[in-house]
T-cell receptor, first 116, second 110 residues
Protein backbone atom coordinates (compact mmCIF):
# COMPACT_ATOMS: atom_id res chain seq x y z
CA UNK A 1 0.00 0.00 0.00
CA UNK A 2 1.79 3.13 -1.22
CA UNK A 3 -0.22 5.70 0.80
CA UNK A 4 0.56 9.25 -0.38
CA UNK A 5 3.15 9.62 -3.12
CA UNK A 6 4.75 12.96 -3.91
CA UNK A 7 7.03 13.74 -6.81
CA UNK A 8 9.61 15.08 -7.31
CA UNK A 9 11.58 14.94 -4.05
CA UNK A 10 13.82 17.82 -5.06
CA UNK A 11 13.45 20.57 -7.65
CA UNK A 12 15.38 23.69 -8.58
CA UNK A 13 13.65 26.35 -10.66
CA UNK A 14 14.59 29.72 -12.05
CA UNK A 15 12.40 32.71 -11.31
CA UNK A 16 9.45 32.78 -13.70
CA UNK A 17 9.50 29.10 -14.56
CA UNK A 18 6.42 26.98 -14.09
CA UNK A 19 6.09 23.50 -12.72
CA UNK A 20 3.66 21.04 -11.19
CA UNK A 21 4.17 19.12 -7.98
CA UNK A 22 2.42 15.78 -8.16
CA UNK A 23 0.49 14.12 -5.35
CA UNK A 24 -1.35 10.81 -5.53
CA UNK A 25 -3.01 8.66 -2.87
CA UNK A 26 -4.39 5.16 -3.10
CA UNK A 27 -6.52 5.14 0.07
CA UNK A 28 -9.69 6.52 -1.54
CA UNK A 29 -9.48 9.61 0.68
CA UNK A 30 -11.79 12.44 -0.26
CA UNK A 31 -9.77 15.13 1.51
CA UNK A 32 -6.42 16.17 0.05
CA UNK A 33 -4.32 19.21 0.85
CA UNK A 34 -1.06 20.98 0.17
CA UNK A 35 1.16 22.62 2.79
CA UNK A 36 4.40 24.53 2.68
CA UNK A 37 6.84 24.49 5.57
CA UNK A 38 9.30 27.30 6.19
CA UNK A 39 11.69 27.67 9.14
CA UNK A 40 9.88 29.02 12.18
CA UNK A 41 6.52 29.07 10.40
CA UNK A 42 5.35 25.50 10.73
CA UNK A 43 3.13 24.01 8.05
CA UNK A 44 0.85 26.47 6.30
CA UNK A 45 -2.16 25.32 4.29
CA UNK A 46 -2.04 26.35 0.63
CA UNK A 47 -5.09 24.69 -0.94
CA UNK A 48 -7.32 21.78 -0.10
CA UNK A 49 -9.97 19.64 -1.73
CA UNK A 50 -12.86 17.61 -0.30
CA UNK A 51 -13.54 15.64 -3.44
CA UNK A 52 -13.18 15.54 -7.21
CA UNK A 53 -14.09 18.90 -8.69
CA UNK A 54 -14.06 20.71 -5.32
CA UNK A 55 -11.15 22.87 -4.17
CA UNK A 56 -10.73 25.75 -1.77
CA UNK A 57 -8.04 28.13 -0.58
CA UNK A 58 -6.06 27.76 2.59
CA UNK A 59 -3.91 30.29 4.46
CA UNK A 60 -1.38 31.06 1.71
CA UNK A 61 -2.95 30.37 -1.73
CA UNK A 62 -1.38 33.17 -3.76
CA UNK A 63 0.92 31.99 -6.54
CA UNK A 64 -0.45 28.45 -6.55
CA UNK A 65 -3.19 26.70 -8.49
CA UNK A 66 -4.80 23.33 -7.91
CA UNK A 67 -7.37 21.10 -9.53
CA UNK A 68 -8.95 17.80 -8.56
CA UNK A 69 -10.13 15.82 -11.55
CA UNK A 70 -9.91 12.43 -9.80
CA UNK A 71 -10.12 11.22 -6.21
CA UNK A 72 -6.53 9.96 -6.38
CA UNK A 73 -4.64 12.99 -7.72
CA UNK A 74 -4.19 16.54 -6.45
CA UNK A 75 -1.44 18.40 -8.35
CA UNK A 76 -0.10 21.77 -7.22
CA UNK A 77 0.92 24.20 -9.95
CA UNK A 78 3.31 27.11 -9.75
CA UNK A 79 2.62 29.24 -12.81
CA UNK A 80 5.52 31.68 -12.37
CA UNK A 81 7.91 30.65 -9.64
CA UNK A 82 9.31 33.27 -7.27
CA UNK A 83 12.16 33.01 -4.73
CA UNK A 84 9.56 33.43 -1.96
CA UNK A 85 8.18 30.04 -2.96
CA UNK A 86 11.40 28.30 -1.92
CA UNK A 87 10.14 25.88 0.70
CA UNK A 88 9.39 22.28 1.58
CA UNK A 89 6.02 21.20 0.27
CA UNK A 90 3.89 18.43 1.75
CA UNK A 91 0.79 16.81 0.37
CA UNK A 92 -1.62 15.13 2.79
CA UNK A 93 -4.88 13.21 2.62
CA UNK A 94 -7.53 11.96 4.99
CA UNK A 95 -11.07 10.70 5.20
CA UNK A 96 -13.85 13.26 5.36
CA UNK A 97 -16.27 11.25 7.47
CA UNK A 98 -17.28 12.95 10.72
CA UNK A 99 -15.75 11.89 13.98
CA UNK A 100 -12.41 13.04 15.41
CA UNK A 101 -10.77 9.65 15.12
CA UNK A 102 -11.11 9.72 11.37
CA UNK A 103 -9.26 12.96 10.77
CA UNK A 104 -5.78 11.46 10.72
CA UNK A 105 -3.71 13.09 7.99
CA UNK A 106 -1.45 10.89 5.90
CA UNK A 107 1.49 12.82 4.50
CA UNK A 108 3.70 12.37 1.49
CA UNK A 109 7.45 12.49 2.00
CA UNK A 110 7.75 16.09 0.83
CA UNK A 111 9.29 18.10 -2.01
CA UNK A 112 12.23 20.43 -1.43
CA UNK A 113 11.80 23.30 -3.89
CA UNK A 114 14.38 26.00 -4.51
CA UNK A 115 13.65 28.99 -6.72
CA UNK A 116 16.70 30.94 -7.81
CA UNK B 1 -1.76 36.77 15.86
CA UNK B 2 -1.35 33.22 14.59
CA UNK B 3 -4.41 31.00 14.78
CA UNK B 4 -2.46 28.27 16.55
CA UNK B 5 0.49 29.25 18.74
CA UNK B 6 3.15 27.13 20.35
CA UNK B 7 6.28 27.87 22.33
CA UNK B 8 9.01 27.10 19.78
CA UNK B 9 11.48 25.98 22.46
CA UNK B 10 13.86 24.33 22.22
CA UNK B 11 13.25 22.28 25.31
CA UNK B 12 16.44 20.56 26.44
CA UNK B 13 15.76 17.81 28.98
CA UNK B 14 17.68 14.83 30.37
CA UNK B 15 16.53 11.28 29.80
CA UNK B 16 13.83 10.32 32.28
CA UNK B 17 12.50 13.85 32.69
CA UNK B 18 8.88 14.89 32.37
CA UNK B 19 8.21 17.68 29.90
CA UNK B 20 5.02 19.52 28.98
CA UNK B 21 4.09 21.53 25.90
CA UNK B 22 1.18 23.88 25.52
CA UNK B 23 -0.62 25.15 22.47
CA UNK B 24 -3.27 27.87 22.22
CA UNK B 25 -5.81 28.38 19.45
CA UNK B 26 -7.81 31.47 18.67
CA UNK B 27 -10.81 30.20 16.70
CA UNK B 28 -13.61 28.93 18.93
CA UNK B 29 -15.10 27.11 15.93
CA UNK B 30 -12.22 24.66 16.15
CA UNK B 31 -13.50 21.14 16.44
CA UNK B 32 -10.76 18.52 16.43
CA UNK B 33 -7.31 18.61 17.94
CA UNK B 34 -4.17 16.55 17.50
CA UNK B 35 -0.49 16.34 18.26
CA UNK B 36 1.83 15.36 15.43
CA UNK B 37 5.51 14.54 15.61
CA UNK B 38 8.03 15.57 12.96
CA UNK B 39 11.62 14.37 12.67
CA UNK B 40 14.29 16.36 10.83
CA UNK B 41 11.99 17.93 8.19
CA UNK B 42 10.50 14.54 7.36
CA UNK B 43 6.75 14.30 6.98
CA UNK B 44 4.69 14.83 10.14
CA UNK B 45 3.15 11.74 11.71
CA UNK B 46 0.16 11.55 14.03
CA UNK B 47 1.12 11.16 17.68
CA UNK B 48 -2.30 11.29 19.26
CA UNK B 49 -5.73 12.86 19.20
CA UNK B 50 -6.77 15.25 21.96
CA UNK B 51 -10.07 15.11 23.82
CA UNK B 52 -11.64 17.23 26.54
CA UNK B 53 -11.70 14.21 28.82
CA UNK B 54 -7.96 13.81 28.36
CA UNK B 55 -6.30 10.80 26.82
CA UNK B 56 -3.19 8.80 27.46
CA UNK B 57 -1.01 6.65 25.25
CA UNK B 58 1.82 5.08 27.18
CA UNK B 59 4.13 7.86 28.32
CA UNK B 60 2.13 10.53 26.50
CA UNK B 61 -0.89 12.38 27.89
CA UNK B 62 -2.89 14.96 25.96
CA UNK B 63 -5.48 17.34 27.33
CA UNK B 64 -7.88 19.85 25.82
CA UNK B 65 -9.29 22.87 27.65
CA UNK B 66 -12.02 24.35 25.45
CA UNK B 67 -12.88 27.18 27.86
CA UNK B 68 -9.31 28.49 27.81
CA UNK B 69 -8.67 27.32 24.24
CA UNK B 70 -5.47 25.47 24.87
CA UNK B 71 -4.10 21.99 24.33
CA UNK B 72 -1.34 20.31 26.25
CA UNK B 73 0.99 17.36 25.75
CA UNK B 74 2.83 15.73 28.64
CA UNK B 75 5.71 13.33 28.05
CA UNK B 76 6.84 11.25 31.01
CA UNK B 77 10.13 9.38 31.34
CA UNK B 78 11.61 11.04 28.25
CA UNK B 79 13.67 8.90 25.90
CA UNK B 80 16.41 9.93 23.48
CA UNK B 81 14.06 8.83 20.70
CA UNK B 82 11.52 11.45 21.78
CA UNK B 83 13.77 14.16 20.35
CA UNK B 84 11.70 15.74 17.59
CA UNK B 85 9.44 18.68 16.81
CA UNK B 86 5.91 18.40 18.20
CA UNK B 87 3.18 20.06 16.17
CA UNK B 88 -0.18 21.12 17.54
CA UNK B 89 -2.97 20.72 14.97
CA UNK B 90 -6.46 22.18 14.95
CA UNK B 91 -9.26 21.32 12.55
CA UNK B 92 -12.13 23.74 12.13
CA UNK B 93 -15.78 22.77 12.40
CA UNK B 94 -16.75 21.18 9.11
CA UNK B 95 -13.53 19.22 9.15
CA UNK B 96 -11.92 20.77 6.13
CA UNK B 97 -9.45 23.42 7.22
CA UNK B 98 -6.49 22.05 9.13
CA UNK B 99 -4.15 24.51 10.85
CA UNK B 100 -0.72 23.60 12.25
CA UNK B 101 1.19 25.34 14.97
CA UNK B 102 4.82 26.21 14.22
CA UNK B 103 6.02 23.36 16.43
CA UNK B 104 7.95 22.90 19.66
CA UNK B 105 11.44 21.47 19.39
CA UNK B 106 12.45 18.88 22.01
CA UNK B 107 15.97 17.62 22.63
CA UNK B 108 16.38 14.75 25.07
CA UNK B 109 19.97 14.21 26.13
CA UNK B 110 21.69 11.31 27.84
Amino acid sequence: NAGVTQTPKFQVLKTGQSMTLQCAQDMNHEYMSWYRQDPGMGLRLIHYSVGAGITDQGEVPNGYNVSRSTTEDFPLRLLSAAPSQTSVYFCASSQVDPGPTRKKLFFGSGTQLSVL
Amino acid sequence: RKEVEQDPGPFNVPEGATVAFNCTYSNSASQSFFWYRQDCRKEPKLLMSVYSSGNEDGRFTAQLNRASQYISLLIRDSKLSDSATYLCVVIYTGGFKTIFGAGTRLFVKA
